[in-house]
């Protein structure tokens, strides 16, 4: 399962850092977390944000740990935000989703760009 979103006006490493936050809450291990800003080519006042993290859901004792979810942010400040949320719904249930869907729609559904 894939889920899209934008947001207008929203500083992306807030939305990295929530996005964050409400996955951990949600009983998975962060595998993999980086966050890098780069300048923009315009204005070198202006900044550009691309995140990428990674969680594992806790194996059985004795077991691998597996992915179950990745979460893909660019965007600036000044503009646009873009988040996408790869979801292995075999490990990460509907359950979760749905709770992680209400967190973010609860802080940042003013700011989502509606298609």
Partial sequence: MQIRKTYKDVNPELLYD???D???KQGTILDEAKLETYSMASDSSSF???GMLTFK???EPGKAE???LTVHIVGSAKGETKV???INEELFTQEKVSALQEDLDFIFSSYEVKS
């Fill in 48 to 50: 550009i944000s691309r």
């Fill in 22 to 24: 409400f996955i951990l």
């Fill in 84 to 86: 996408m949320l790869d």
């Fill in 57 to 59: 859901i806790p194996g």
């Fill in 66 to 68: 597996k992915e179950c």
């Fill in 18 to 20: 929530e996005v964050r």
